[in-house]
């Protein structure tokens, strides 16, 4: 059995951990007010968004009528139009992300801090990344559309415009924690420049690009579905075209078919990342 402790032990560990005890009564308020108003902000929010218990109720009603109709899925008879739409999206997605990655190898290399630029044009290049990746891909297909027409290039220009930018700062970051020995040990039997980057960094960040650019794959495969319903084609295009005139069992047997196509190459992807970097 412990032993009580006295007052003054309790004194003692009240000055020497005072949070232990309680918060001062100064950091409660500032709590409690804090409280108040992410209340109050979420009671805005839900009044302005029209948030009912009704409208969510009457919402999962007409969502169980649907996902009723959903059952059993069909391919209906224009199935060849959607295993076409299907092919196009994961195209539309191989091809962005493939020109996004092979573009953005010089650009991580020019945004690295470690590499060619430095200062200003080092900072202004990664503000550069930092504005295209703020904007969606799903605004840029909204663009190319009007740019260069419905269909798949449009979603590829859109891929590859979201893409490029991140990749960029993905492959600059890993530029920039590359392994100095290997690359001052290359330098050191006298090679240049060019041939300390191309034995010395390039070996050790191709692993990592390759794994990250095939995550993009995977990724870009879902999000084509996506630029498909604003006019990019692909599966996208047949699943609204579908919603449109509510043949919901087809529109069942399309998300089946994209759920598939994602896990596979999700699993493919995987496999071929852990070949690249390891099991880790």
């Known amino acids: 059995m412990l032993p009580t402790p006295t007052r003054e032990e309790i004194a003692r560990w009240r000055a020497r ?30 009044w302005l968004f029209d948030i009912t218990p009704a409208r969510i109720w009457n919402g999962l009603a007409g969502l169980g009528t649907i996902i009723v109709l959903m059952i059993p899925p069909s391919p209906g008879e224009l199935w060849t139009d959607i295993l076409w739409g299907l092919a196009e999206s994961v195209a539309m997605a191989f091809l962005g992300t493939f020109l996004a990655a092979v573009v953005a190898v010089p650009l991580g290399f020019l945004g690295a801090d470690n590499m060619l630029l430095r200062g200003w044009a080092r900072f202004s290049l990664r503000r550069v990344f930092d504005g295209l990746r703020g904007i969606d891909s799903l ?29 960029a700062k993905l492959y600059a970051e890993a530029i920039e924690n590359v392994e100095k020995r ?45 630029l498909g319903v604003v006019g990019a084609g692909g599966i996208g295009l ?28 999700d699993f493919l992807s995987a496999r071929l990342r852990r070949r690249l970097i390891g099991a880790r």
């Open 139 to 167: 605004i840029w297909a909204l663009a190319y559309v009007r740019a260069v027409g419905l269909g798949p290039l449009a979603g590829v220009l859109a891929i590859f415009t979201a893409d490029v930018a991140v990749l």
């Open 238 to 265: 047949q699943l609204s075209e579908r919603i449109r005139v509510r043949h919901w069992d087809e529109v069942a047997f399309i998300i089946i078919l994209m759920v598939l196509t994602v896990a596979a190459i």
């Open 182 to 226: 290997q690359v001052e040990g290359v330098t050191a039997a006298g090679a240049k420049r060019s041939l300390a980057v191309r034995f010395g960094v390039l070996p050790q960040v191709l692993p990592v690009m390759l794994a990250q650019a095939l995550y993009f794959f995977e990724s870009n495969t879902r999000s084509a579905a996506i």
């Open 17 to 46: 951990h005072p949070r232990a005890f309680g918060r001062p009564p100064l950091e409660r308020l500032v709590f409690a007010l804090a409280a108040s108003a992410f209340l109050a902000w979420l009671g805005w929010a839900l």
